[in-house]
């Protein structure tokens, strides 16, 4: 699976922003796609997660720290996922990445953003900085 993250850049507090992971190489719906984000200094944190199923979402999974703000979602026809950010913080800026697992139908949750951390595909990253 080959992965691209796109949608990042700078915006001030309280904006909004959307990031993309194009994917290829797969069966989209055969995909659950994890985002990921790493601050500077700071261990990478899994932010949320979606699952598909015959082509429509079967779970979704938002990280507390963002719940409220970040919703996640997919379209199968663009072979794409998304993160959509809202009621942006200085401390959500960090280096999003997205990364895929071919496991269709998974529940979505903090073990399953580990277990698509370890054995899933990655993006290359893209940054998000958020200013005060």
């Known amino acids: 699976v080959q992965l691209v993250e796109s949608g990042g850049g700078l915006v001030q507090a309280g904006g909004s922003l959307r990031l993309s992971c194009a994917a290829s190489?797969?069966?989209?719906?055969?995909?659950?796609i994890g985002w990921f984000r790493q601050a500077s200094g700071k261990e990478r944190e899994g932010v949320s997660c979606?699952?598909?199923?015959?082509?429509?979402?079967?779970?979704?999974y938002v990280a507390d720290s963002v719940k409220g703000r970040f919703t996640t979602a997919s379209d199968s026809a663009k072979n794409s996922a998304y993160l959509d950010m809202n009621n942006l913080k200085p401390e959500d800026s960090a280096y999003y990445y997205c990364?895929?697992?071919?496991?269709?139908?998974?529940?979505?949750?903090?073990?399953?953003?580990?277990?698509?951390?370890?054995?899933?595909?990655w993006g290359q990253g893209t940054q998000v900085t958020v200013s005060s």
């Open positions: 990364a895929a697992l071919k496991h269709p139908s998974m529940e979505c949750s903090v073990p399953a953003l580990n277990i698509i951390s370890h054995l899933g595909s």
């Open positions: 979606i699952s598909s199923d015959d082509g429509r979402t079967y779970s979704t």
């Open positions: 190489g797969f069966d989209f719906d055969d995909l659950t």
